[in-house]
């Protein structure tokens, strides 16, 4: 197992320096810059500012004097906030997001693979069409539909819940339930399909036949290797969830990842952009890893040697 | 579970707005976060708000008047001619480290915002002030040649320029604020951007509140400050400002029962409020103007023919009852009513056989030939609303045709820069209560001209204008000069501002006024009966 | 996506003939499929509705009425209207077709790109299939949606590049299963026959690969679509993609979601067509894919 680790972290790193690259031509490329502002600046000034972030330097040189930056771990200063640095700020931002995303996942396993059992257990009755078309809704219902209507519902007419912050557990209950949805929805899709799968085997019969109660069957027996697609599923998944969270985080006024990121693109915070970004890729990258070596080591068929 | 759920919804609900009311906190609603909170550098609204709480000036706004009364200064004079003012400092005056604020503060600050390092774009606010604007554009090295002296550690002079009526209200602008030399070069130099001392735990300010936490995107905290001079007077034990930039969201966040206060209410729930709660929503005038602004040097509008008609097509009235609501009130000219005691006397007409025939005389007849203009606004729901309505109003009266071009704030300004426009959204808000606010802005000289308009005349008048005192001269070269831009039309004025706000029953002390100040200082919390 | 993979690759690996009696079978299956059915009326309901209702209708989508702003539902305007007092109707049939070409169109570009590269690097094999999927599984880690998202900020208004960019996010996923397949299949025997009798290339493509792969391709696209659907709105809500006075189903749910306490039907109408266009996607695509499945039984 540890080499097949360090043999993705090896492949990771080009990849890295890849997106890296990428993004920072990208973001330089675009027209505009980022500091044009309502009250035009005496060109002193503007020279002063382009001096503190660099900018009056050749591209090339500022490309370098980043990539050695991110070799120390110094993602550089913000653009939008002069005083604060990109690291810091991802820093405080993405625990919000880490707490989000995993509550969300919780969710949607909780959820899913409850809607997906009680689907293929009762394959083609009224209870196996109403689950799918109730997660249905989860894939067909866009988040910035679905939260608003729950805010609706639970924090404006029944009080139940907060509009929006991110802080007690009131804050958290619709933000994760909007984005856990979609998640919900397709996890319970696959469970359903793979416990069918794995239901119709013969070992299954062989333990009804022997007598074993229902439920010990499914949970014991049939559980393993009808979730194995849930889990790959779930791997990739969570980096998305964690990171890709953008729409939640604005409809609910949450201070992760996401809208920081997209705050940044909006005003043009070069650093910021580039922070969030490569952040992101990492944070890919971990999660596909890990949900490959569970998968492994779920899965009897496969092996490390194929990383 | 589900019982669970809503036992601990039900507790936590009632007690959130009750519960900092009883705390003496104040939670506030201030639209997108603030990027610094440095007096002398900072240029928007949310950051001003913050930045109201942590210093104050040589005069504060009376909060129902706005007229300028003594804060750090106790008592001034001026001279006859206008030009020399003297401030006396009150002894009590200090900075919330303990330090006692002296003149040489005020002197250090003006230097500072006048460095050409800076880069501060409220510099331009202290011209008045004699060789300001030689020393910011680096034309004139040494400082002690600018018109501000420290006469003793309690008496500051100012000497002005030239004569200017609006200096009193002008200098509570926080361009004017004072600063701790000691605190600011601890973290670096004068002249030096984006240092460290604004973070809490190092901010020094002179105001009624000190800064405590500052979480970006979550919520800027503020405490009481015991060092402050009228201490005594400030009835608020601590402030939240929450970065809600969404206003539907704000306004849900209050209607859920967890803001006192909002800047801002969306367009399509001032109907709901003015129904069901009318004691929670205030709407007063507002110093600002909303307008189109057109490209002058680039066809087809460099004719002023042409862009009276287009502004004689727009039906204001609708524009600003159907579409924007919240009682803003259709623009007869550029610069708001009342503003200084100023009331311009042109008007703009809906007339659209008018239009057509300007249109005509400056050849394209039933709009025949006029190019396909791109018509930029930048990215907000009210821009794009404004917009659509514009543009079938220009196709529907005069046959022709404009493209929306949406652009995100800061590639929007740019464009302004690169001149990449033909008709553009825009919005000006007055830095003080004056009209040369409004109408300074379209001399040949001015930086925040964007249309790049030149009128010899204007600028005679504006010149005029600036160096006298005298009414009702004053005020009479200024309707003459409004009356050329009316005609002139290089800008198409839409309707004045309101401003709008959310206001609990539970908030005392808040009263509405034309440049939307709330002073914290006299504002207090009491539990609803 | 990664499931979609699985389940793809897994389905066909039986599904060796070419063409005729495999597509009666799917046929038959599909028909005995009721959701996938009501899927395909009501699709086809909605696309007639988007692409001829404009011509029917008495408004169009940008005629305004200011003094009557946002009016519910009423036999003049069945449903209702919007804050600038423009017909909803309308604007959701012209929605629509911005909606289904945006989506169909950006699918199409993703499988362009995705075929032909999955299809070159599975038939070259070697050491330039290695290196192109090499480069595929670099692509996987660029957050791409976010790069799009900086993109779309900056150069915004360009409706071509909306369909590239966000085909660019899914290609990837077809380039893949695409490879895996022409991998499989070329190993297959009547492959090496067709060889042995002499059968050029070219034709080896055409008869037996590519009708291999139309099963996958077909279920594919039916469920891309939906998703490529899903990221128009979700760039629409972030204020980027389609710009008025056209409209898409995701700009009109999100100018209905900011005002759907004061008026529900702004939010709700659009709501509908476009779940109910991406559940009929869905439910199409999933019974395609049982239908072709040899596996599933009748």
């Known amino acids: ?307 | 579970m589900i019982s669970i759920l809503v036992l601990s919804g039900c507790s936590r609900k009632e007690s959130n707005l009750k519960n900092a009311t009883s705390k003496g906190i104040l939670y506030v609603g201030n639209g997108s976060e603030p990027q610094d909170l440095d007096p002398s550098t900072v240029t928007g609204v949310p950051e001003q708000r913050v930045i109201a709480a942590l210093f104050e000036g040589l005069l504060s706004e009376n909060p129902k008047t706005l007229a300028p009364e003594g804060a750090v200064a106790e008592s001034w004079t001026v001279t006859h001619d206008g030009l020399i003012y003297t401030f006396k400092i009150r002894k009590e005056a200090k900075w919330s480290n303990g330090d006692p604020l002296t003149a040489d503060d005020f002197v250090y600050a003006y230097n500072r915002i006048l460095s050409p390092k800076l880069g501060s774009q409220n510099a331009y606010m202290l011209y008045c002030m004699k060789n300001a604007e030689k020393f910011n554009k680096g034309q004139l090295a040494d400082f002690s040649k600018v018109g501000v002296k420290a006469i003793d550690k309690s008496t500051l002079q100012i000497t002005l320029g030239k004569p200017t009526p609006y200096f009193l209200p002008l200098i509570t602008h926080m361009a004017w604020f004072p600063a701790n030399k000691k605190n600011i070069e601890k973290y670096g130099a004068i002249d030096q951007r984006g240092t460290q001392w604004t973070l809490p735990g190092k901010l020094v300010g002179n105001g009624p509140f000190v800064l405590k936490d500052w979480e970006v995107n979550k919520v800027i905290t503020v405490v009481k400050n015991p060092q402050y001079w009228d201490a005594d007077k400030v009835k608020l034990n601590e402030i939240d400002f929450f970065p809600i930039s969404d206003n539907q969201a704000e306004e849900r966040t209050f209607r859920a029962g967890q803001l006192h206060m909002t800047y801002t209410v969306p367009s399509s729930k001032i109907g709901y409020y003015q129904k069901n709660k009318p004691s929670y929503i205030h709407i007063s005038p507002y110093l600002g103007t909303y307008y189109m602004v057109f490209n002058v040097n680039k066809e087809p509008f460099i004719s002023p023919l042409v862009r009276r008609a287009l502004s004689l097509a727009i039906d204001r009235k609708s524009l600003a009852e159907d579409v924007v609501k919240g009682g803003k009130v259709p623009a007869e000219s550029f610069t708001p009513p009342d503003t200084g005691g100023y009331t311009a006397k042109t008007n703009l007409q809906y007339d659209v056989k008018f239009a057509r025939e300007c249109l005509a005389k400056a050849g394209f007849p039933d709009g025949k030939g006029f190019p396909v203009v791109e018509f930029m606004y930048n990215t907000s729901e009210r821009n794009r609303q404004i917009a659509e309505a514009l543009q079938a109003m220009w196709q529907t009266n005069l046959n022709i045709k404009v493209e929306l071009v949406n652009k995100e704030w800061k590639m929007y300004l740019d464009t302004f820069r690169t001149r990449d426009f033909s008709i553009a959204t825009a919005s000006w808000i007055g830095d003080y209560n004056d009209p040369l606010t409004f109408l300074g802005m379209w001399t040949s000289d001015s930086t925040n001209n964007r249309a790049k308009w030149s009128n010899n005349e204007y600028d005679k008048l504006m010149a005029d204008a600036a160096f006298t005192s005298e009414q009702p001269l004053r005020f009479d070269l200024f309707q003459e000069a409004e009356k050329l831009l009316m005609e002139q039309a290089p800008i198409i004025p839409l309707y004045y501002y309101t401003s709008m706000a959310l206001i609990s029953p539970q908030l005392k002390g808040w009263y509405p006024n034309t440049l939307d100040h709330h002073p914290y200082k006299y504002m207090s919390l009491e539990d609803e009966k | 996506m990664f499931w979609i993979k699985e389940k793809l690759s897994s389905m066909s690996i039986d599904a060796e003939e070419p063409g005729n009696s495999l597509s009666k079978d799917a046929f038959r299956k599909l028909c005995k499929n009721k959701l996938a059915l009501f899927g395909i009326f009501a699709l086809s309901f909605l696309v007639i509705f988007s692409i001829l209702g404009p011509y029917l209708m008495t408004f169009n989508y940008y005629q305004q009425n200011l003094s009557l702003g946002a009016a519910s539902p009423s036999f003049t305007h069945l449903c209702g209207t919007d804050v600038l007092g423009r017909d909803l109707l309308v604007r959701m049939a012209y929605g629509g077709r911005v909606s289904l070409a945006v989506g169909l169109c950006a699918t199409l570009v993703s499988l362009t790109i995705g075929v032909v590269y999955g299809a070159v690097s599975g038939y070259l094999g070697g050491r330039i299939d290695s290196l192109m999927m090499r480069f595929v599984d670099i692509m996987y880690a660029l957050p791409f949606t976010m790069l799009v998202i900086v993109l779309m900020v900056w150069l915004g208004r360009n409706f071509i590049l909306i369909f590239v960019a966000i085909g660019a996010i899914e290609w990837l996923t077809m380039a893949r299963i695409v490879r895996d397949e022409v991998y499989s299949i070329k190993k297959k025997e009547y492959i090496e026959a067709a060889r042995a009798i002499g059968l050029p290339g070219w034709k080896i493509i055409l008869r037996h690969i590519i009708p291999n792969l139309l099963g996958i391709i077909v279920v594919y696209v039916t469920l891309t679509i939906p998703r490529v659907m899903m990221i128009e709105a979700f760039l629409s809500f972030l204020g980027l993609g389609i710009q008025p006075p056209m409209s898409s189903w995701g700009l009109l749910i999100k100018d209905g979601a900011q005002v759907m306490e004061e008026y529900p039907w702004m939010l709700f109408f659009p709501s509908f067509v476009f779940s109910l266009t991406l559940f009929c996607l869905n439910f199409l695509g999933d019974g395609l894919r049982d239908a072709l499945d040899p596996r599933t039984k009748e």
């Not at chain 1, 009762?122 to 894939?139: E, K, L, T, V």
């Not at chain 1, 085997?201 to 014991?220: F, H, L, N, S, W």
């Not at chain 1, 596909?288 to 068929?301: A, E, F, G, H, R």
């Open chain 1, 1 to 307: 197992m540890f080499t097949f680790i360090l043999k993705r972290i090896i492949h990771a790193i080009p990849v890295l320096l890849v997106v890296a690259t990428i993004t920072f031509f990208l973001v330089r490329v675009a027209p505009g810059g980022p500091f044009s502002e309502d009250k035009t600046m005496p060109p002193e000034a503007v020279a002063s500012i382009n001096q503190h972030y660099g900018l009056d330097k050749p591209l090339y040189e500022q490309y370098f004097s980043y990539m050695i930056g991110l070799f120390k771990g110094d993602l550089g200063p913000s653009f939008q906030y002069p005083n604060r640095s990109v690291s810091g700020m991802i820093a405080d931002a993405f625990p919000v997001s880490l707490e989000l995303g995993i509550m969300a996942m919780v969710f949607a396993l909780f959820v899913g693979i409850g809607l997906g059992v009680m689907a293929s257990t009762r394959p083609n009755s009224m209870r196996d069409y109403s689950s799918m078309s109730f997660a249905m809704i989860g894939i067909c219902v866009p988040p910035f539909v679905l939260g608003p209507i729950i805010i609706w519902i639970f924090a404006i007419k029944l009080e139940w819940f907060n509009v929006s912050g991110w802080g007690s557990f009131q804050d958290a209950v619709l933000p994760v339930v909007t984005l856990g949805a979609i998640y919900a929805a397709n996890i319970a899709r696959l469970g359903r399909g793979g416990m069918l799968e794995v239901l119709s085997q013969d070992y299954i019969r062989t333990a009804r036949a022997k007598g074993v109660p229902e439920y010990k069957v499914i949970i014991k027996h049939a559980l393993r290797g009808g979730l194995l697609s849930v889990v790959s599923y779930v791997g990739p998944a969570i980096a998305g969830v964690i990171t890709g969270s953008f729409v939640v985080e604005s409809i609910f006024q949450i201070p992760g990842l996401g809208r920081l990121f997209v705050l940044a693109a909006f005003n043009r915070d070069y650093t910021m952009i580039m922070g969030t970004v490569l952040f992101f890729s990492v944070m890919i990258l971990i999660f596909n890893t890990l949900s490959d070596i569970v998968q492994i080591l779920i899965d009897p068929k496969r092996s490390f040697r194929e990383g």
